[in-house]
């Protein structure tokens, strides 16, 4: 018999884990990016506008374009609103002040991407400043007597028109509260905090929901039995935007919104739906339409999100 004696005090390695929560598997995120805006209203040809056309003044606006046909300008109104687009589509609603829940599982390739679009906005300004002088002087003869010097800043104002900001928070919960209250106002306050927490958790999924609805009603109307032989258009464009609404869902419920089981269900079955069918099946195969729109008219009724 093998009388080797056992260390009753060896120590046993254990794995602490802590389930995720969405202040763990999520961060709050404000982007806020501005640019000149270079209609103005032009009161005196208003007030010209107004007399010779016997109108009360209130009744009658009108704007001129301080720099128009300004490629340098439009660079940079292009660049913003395709940023924030791609920032909305990798985040999601959270409160009326602009700040919007990030999953963290994208949030080091959202640091990437926002960093070079940032450097990609202040070159383009750089670019817009070099021009300005040249933009005014084309302005000056686009406008005629239209045109005035005192609408133009200098540079540097024009400069401090632009912004480019990112900002982070951390997802709070109600054990962060560190006040100077005690007993039922601390519990009034932290009960406070939860339905505001949880309101803007349910607006955030009420997004979501509400995208991938849309998303399978426009399938749907491409897809209606019409009178007649015409059918309705299909783009090639149909199936990429059926992919990022998924991918967008799948965003949603692999980080904040897990414990959504019909909306995961949904889309498992919606992307399985979708696996083999092209835009091409889709314009010339019957049997095709018909499988895909009794699919979608089946994952409705039967998942409720």
């Not at 270079?38 to 209130?58: F, G, Y």
């Not at 339905?195 to 009420?206: D, F, G, I, N, T």
């Not at 209606?224 to 998924?246: C, F, M, W, Y």
């Not at 069918?277 to 095709?288: Q, R, T, Y």
Request: hydrophobic share 40%; aromatic share 8%; net charge negative.
């Amino acid at each position: 018999m093998n009388n080797t004696a056992i260390n009753t005090n060896a120590t046993i390695n254990t794995i602490n884990y802590t389930a995720p929560t969405l202040s763990t598997s999520a961060i709050l995120v404000t982007l806020n990016m501005g640019s000149w805006g270079t209609l103005k209203n032009d009161k005196k040809s208003a007030e010209k506008i107004a007399a010779d056309n016997n109108a009360d003044i209130k009744a009658v606006s009108t704007k001129k374009n301080l720099l128009p046909d300004c490629d340098e300008l439009k660079a940079i109104t292009s660049l913003i609103a395709e940023t924030r687009r791609w920032f909305n589509s990798i985040s999601f609603v959270w409160n009326d002040d602009g700040q919007r829940l990030m999953p963290m599982m994208v949030y080091t390739d959202f640091v990437a991407e926002i960093t070079r679009s940032e450097s990609e906005f202040w070159t383009l300004v750089d670019a817009l400043i070099a021009a300005y002088a040249q933009k005014q002087y084309n302005a000056q003869i686009q406008l005629g007597g239209l045109h005035n010097p005192d609408d133009y800043p200098d540079t540097a104002t024009v400069r401090s028109k632009f912004k480019f900001n990112v900002d982070y928070a951390p997802v709070p919960e109600s054990g962060h509260f560190v006040v100077d209250l005690q007993g039922q106002a601390r519990d009034e306050l932290v009960q406070q905090f939860n339905r505001s927490s949880q309101s803007k958790l349910a607006a955030s999924l009420a997004e979501v929901c509400e995208e991938f609805r849309k998303c399978l009603g426009h399938l749907l109307s491409k897809l209606e039995d019409k009178d007649g032989d015409k059918q309705t258009r299909i783009h090639a464009s149909l199936i990429p935007n059926i992919r990022k609404v998924i991918d967008r869902v799948r965003l949603a419920t692999s980080t904040c919104f897990e414990d959504n089981a019909d909306l995961k269900a949904a889309v498992d079955g919606f992307e399985n739906l979708m696996s083999n069918i092209s835009v091409d099946a889709l314009k010339h195969n019957e049997g095709a339409r018909i499988q895909v729109r009794e699919g979608v008219n089946n994952l409705l009724s039967k998942f409720d999100f």
